[in-house]
């Protein structure tokens, strides 16, 4: 079956420093890679995706490469501010038998950034 | 636009009472999804509605957990006597078609005491 795997947290940063969240994933078939985000208080919100191999994703400054070979997907910025403490969760959507694409999702990383 | 609009945000509950959540999706988007989050099992997959195909049901924990969706739009998941480890957030999601992205809603928090 379908699985993700996402490193445990809580990551601790100060301000300004890299940040890499690292998540492998193990699928039947072609799936859809994807970061969500959750804010304290508030629902899921899509950061990135990639939709295949080499795909780059990007937004807000962060980024994530599917990489098919490592099965990976990991998630970088290059330099976090405070407001990006948060709860990351690395997901697939993968059609499988079904064709239903729900999303699987990992356990979810939480992020504090210190000033 | 408006997004994916979920009611109650809160409920709390006594243990064998039921309750009924709902959620609105985006207008248009003809596949939605049920989601729990919960302490100890992370985000699951409950159930999934594509247009007027008979939903996936593959996902939902037992017999108590039912759902239904009006018209292609609005849908109402039920839980029948519930039971304390219901208590979960439940979110609902929705995207233009099969594959496509999947827009949360803000969550029920569901409390059985």
């Known amino acids: 079956g379908n699985s993700v795997t996402q490193m445990e947290g809580p990551v601790t940063l100060s301000e300004e420093a890299f940040l890499t969240i690292n998540c492998t994933y193990t699928?039947?078939?072609?799936?859809?890679l994807f970061w969500y985000v959750q804010y304290p208080g508030e629902g899921l919100q899509l950061l990135l995706k990639a939709t295949k191999a080499d795909d780059k994703g990007s937004n807000k400054g962060f980024e994530a490469t599917y990489r098919k070979e490592t099965t990976s997907f990991h998630l970088e910025k290059g330099s976090v501010q405070v407001s990006d403490s948060a709860v990351y969760f690395c997901?697939?959507?993968?059609?499988?038998?079904?064709?239903?694409?729900?999303?699987?999702f990992g356990s979810g990383t939480r992020l504090q950034v210190q000033p | 636009g408006a997004g994916v609009s979920q009611s109650p945000s809160n409920k709390v509950t006594e243990k064998g009472k039921d309750v009924e959540l709902r959620c609105d999706p985006i207008s248009g988007h003809t596949a939605l999804y049920w989601y729990r989050q919960s302490l100890g099992q992370g985000l699951e997959f409950l159930i999934y509605f594509q247009g007027n195909s008979a939903p996936d049901k593959s996902g939902l924990p037992s017999d108590r957990f039912s759902a239904e969706r009006t018209g292609g739009s609005v849908s109402t998941l039920t839980i029948q006597r519930t039971q304390q480890e219901d208590s979960a957030v439940y979110l609902c999601?929705?995207?233009f078609g099969v594959g496509e992205t999947q827009y949360f809603g803000p969550g029920t928090r569901l409390l059985v005491l």
């Open positions: 999601a929705s995207s």
């Open positions: 699928a039947t078939g072609y799936p859809s």
């Open positions: 997901a697939l959507s993968d059609p499988g038998d079904t064709g239903r694409r729900a999303l699987t």
